[in-house]
């Protein structure tokens, strides 16, 4: 499962991603100024860390939206976008 996790909705999304073992979660536009603390992989969209300028922890990959249109559809996605 996906979980693609923004600001606003970011504290009910984290919760609910981190009672899944097989999740990952996925930071998307302003979901990217979080630093999750979850077990479980999580990465952030490349052009939003990009325009915010953000440096991320090592712990957390980013993807192109090419490559997160490709998760999307090769994966059950939750959105709290």
């Known amino acids: ?4 996790i923004d600001e606003p909705m970011a504290e009910i999304g984290l ?4 009672t899944d ?8 536009q302003d979901g990217v100024l979080l630093d999750p603390d979850l077990e479980a992989p999580t990465i952030a969209v490349e052009r939003d860390v ?3 300028g953000v440096t ?4 957390i990959d980013t993807v ?3 490559k ?5 559809v090769e994966h059950e996605v939750k959105s709290f976008v």
């Open 1 to 4: 499962m996906l979980y693609l």
């Open 15 to 18: 919760r609910t991603a981190a």
């Open 21 to 28: 073992t097989d999740g990952t979660v996925v930071l998307i």
């Open 50 to 52: 990009e325009m915010r």
């Open 56 to 59: 991320l922890p090592d712990r």
């Open 64 to 66: 192109t939206y090419d």
């Open 68 to 72: 997160l249109i490709e998760l999307v």
